[in-house]
């Protein structure tokens, strides 16, 4: 019986280990560059991910069809409000099945104040790993590094926290 506990035990210690050198890794490991692509704006202007370096930035991947996204909107304009004069900026990028028209009354009704681009041809999406769920954020340092990837609706709380960080570093 107590090789079974010891056995048991060290099988646990191993996994502890080896889960905190997998998360030790995520935490601390070589941050993933945020892909290089170009959009358009609802109001025409021209933007890239390379234009908004050297901001904290949170692409939000969304959909007027998904529930989620919608009921996350306003926190995310609450978001933008809130850092935006600290060099925070959000990009809502919708979704190619997304009919533009919708997009654009969306924007307009609730008064989106951040940009909003219709990827119509799919490649902003395939370009971050191909995003297939929504509502899909990720956040992104001034040095243009994805540090974090939301799927579905972020803590907010823990959210601001992280950009509040973000916001700090040089």
Not at 32 to 37: L, Q, Y
Not at 131 to 138: E, G, K
Not at 146 to 153: C, T
Request: aromatic share 10%.
């Amino acid at each position: 019986m107590k090789s079974v506990k010891h056995t048991a035990a060290a099988v646990a210690v191993g996994l502890l280990v080896a889960a905190g050198g997998y998360l030790g890794w995520q935490a601390f490991g070589p941050r993933e560059a945020v892909p290089a692509v170009s959009y358009t704006l609802l109001d025409g202007s021209k933007g890239s991910t390379e234009s908004l370096r050297g901001k904290v930035v949170l692409v939000n991947f969304w959909a007027t069809s998904c529930v989620t996204c919608v009921a996350e909107m306003p926190q995310i304009v609450s978001t933008y409000d809130k850092y935006k004069g600290q060099g925070y900026e959000t990009v809502a990028v919708a979704m190619s099945y997304d009919p533009p028209a919708y997009v654009a009354r969306f924007a307009e009704t609730r008064k989106l104040p951040f940009g909003v681009a219709i990827d119509n041809t799919g490649e902003i999406a395939r370009s971050f790993g191909d995003v297939q769920l929504t509502p899909t954020s990720y956040l992104i340092n001034k040095r243009g590094e994805i540090v974090k990837r939301y799927v579905g609706a972020p803590d907010f709380a823990a959210l601001h926290k992280l950009v509040e960080q973000l916001l700090a570093e040089a």
